[in-house]
């Protein structure tokens, strides 16, 4: 690494010459400019294939940053869909249940179910609703004293 940053810092003339020289005749014919913007030093971790195959043969369990990164990125996309998964749910069961008209026009679930469902599962859910209203009214339920006063 303190080779790269030595060559960042002593060579940045020859590489700005390099690139110069390789748009030599764009930059010649047409005007071009070329300018050389970020030169820097980057360490990147590398996997010594023959060393890992080594300690697995020793019992020796590995595990890479990147695996693991790239493992963590996999259950956090996993978790994100789950959790939409849910609130689609429980939005598509506040429209069976109390109806697309109990929404309020501009409300964050109204903008939600459009943008989510779209028209055509809107009115499948309407339908829903209808069912679920005529199975509550025929719905057998204990009357109470309140109710005849």
Known sequence: MTI????VRYGRKQIISHEQ??????????????EVLNIR???RESRDLLQDLQDIREGITIVHTSDQEKR???LKRQNRAKQK???EKRLEQK???NGWDSLEPFSLDYHHALKWFGQEK??????????YVEEERNKLRQ???FEFM
């Open 4 to 7: 790269c940053e030595n060559i």
């Open 21 to 34: 020289m390789k748009y030599h005749s764009e930059i010649f014919i047409y005007g071009w400019n070329v």
């Open 41 to 43: 030093a980057e360490y």
């Open 72 to 74: 963590n990125k996999e």
């Open 85 to 87: 998964e849910k609130r």
């Open 95 to 97: 429209i069976v249940k």
């Open 122 to 131: 809107i009115k499948a859910l309407e339908k829903r609703h209808q069912k």
């Open 143 to 145: 009357m109470s004293l």
